[in-house]
């Protein structure tokens, strides 16, 4: 069972930058490649960027490309999402999320993330 702590959210003016950080509990982190998503309220959970096991191979969402960088530590079992150039619409409680996986390389599909963190809110003020 693998545990997840987001942390990092907060209110920030558009334009602004937050980093969130999402600790892992267990000692296999590198086992797992790991994903973001968010909830904006009275929408769905959509998908914000995954990177695989090592880190060598990441993916975004078209609506934060360019703006959001994912990265991770297996050393200190932590995913990162750094958010530049927030905009109101941003604005959403954010979630990390853990799929088992085969390959260091492979980015899992949305069905394969089994543990999820509890989300910290973002909200992005115009």
């Known amino acids: 069972q693998v545990q997840l702590v987001e942390s990092g959210g907060g209110l920030v003016q558009a334009g602004g930058s937050l980093r969130l950080s999402c600790a892992a509990s267990?000692?296999?982190?590198?086992?797992?490649?790991m994903g973001w998503f968010r909830q904006a309220p009275g929408k769905e959970r959509e998908f914000v960027a995954a990177i695989s096991r090592t880190g060598g191979t990441t993916a975004y969402a078209d609506f934060v490309k360019g703006r959001f960088t994912i990265s991770r530590d297996n050393a200190k079992n932590t995913v990162y999402l750094q958010m530049n150039s927030l905009k109101p619409e941003d604005t959403a409680v954010y979630y990390c999320a853990a799929a088992s996986v085969g390959t260091i390389v492979r980015l899992p599909t949305r069905g394969e993330y089994k543990y999820w963190g509890q989300g910290t809110q973002v909200t992005v003020s115009s």
């Open positions: 267990e000692r296999t982190f590198s086992s797992y490649a």
